[in-house]
């Protein structure tokens, strides 16, 4: 991302923080290692630049993938969560501001934000590799810290299954830019607020990186039928 003008840097160390270009069957991909999070110290629009970067180089579907902390009782540490809706609990819009409607409308519609379609397909190719995917809504916080159990228990109230620090800005953009778009969620930790277990992040990384080959075979049959 250095080497990238206006990209920003990726601080989260097991964000590689590099560009990938390449295929998968006959398909041309684009890949990031690492993304951006508020957290960070990053305004909305240096978060979401790549997904507009990526849609100027000609991408026409964007697949996203995150780890989140999984707050329904059905869902358990390394499940596969499609995200069919989310909440967003961040403080700032990558939207606010002067809107440039070459890239799109301001007042962005938001009432199917992941394309159904590519959804059905996800779901499809899920169930023809035999690999249990579960769907949910997830809401996206600002971090770094991990929550309270209040604050889990308030957030599940509002209907979410999953929390998460990212993912939401990049499909709010993605939107504003006529990008369909499907995001995946490994659940990393269980967030039970009536028994909540304390975690580190390297517990979050290694159940992440345990999911990765199933993601991966997962994303992979879906961009070959894209």
Do not use: W
């Not at 959804?119 to 499809?124: F, R």
């Amino acid at each position: 991302y250095n080497e990238i003008p206006n990209f920003p840097i990726a601080t989260v160390e097991f964000h590689k923080g590099n560009l990938l270009f390449g295929t998968i069957g006959d398909t041309q991909v684009v890949a990031m290692q690492g993304r951006f999070h508020y957290y960070e110290g990053y305004t909305m629009q240096q978060i979401t630049f790549p997904i507009r970067v990526m849609k100027a180089l000609g991408i026409e579907y964007l697949l996203l993938s995150n780890a989140a902390g999984g707050m329904n009782i059905d869902f358990k540490k390394g499940d596969l969560v499609l995200i069919d809706d989310h909440i967003n609990e961040l403080p700032e819009n990558p939207l606010r501001g002067l809107n440039d409607a070459a890239f799109g409308n301001r007042f962005v519609d938001m009432s199917c934000p992941y394309n159904a379609q590519l959804n059905s397909l996800i779901k499809k190719i899920a169930q023809a590799l035999n690999m249990p995917l579960k769907q949910g809504v997830y809401v996206a916080v600002q971090g770094p810290n991990l929550e309270t159990r209040a604050e889990y228990r308030h957030l599940k109230n509002m209907g979410a299954d999953m929390v998460g620090m990212s993912t939401v800005p990049e499909v709010i953009v993605a939107n504003h830019i006529g990008l369909p778009c499907a995001a995946i969620s490994v659940v990393t930790d269980e967030c039970d607020p009536d028994d909540l277990q304390p975690i580190s992040i390297a517990e979050i990384i290694a159940v992440a990186g345990k999911a990765d080959e199933k993601l991966s075979a997962l994303i992979v049959e879906v961009v070959k039928q894209l």
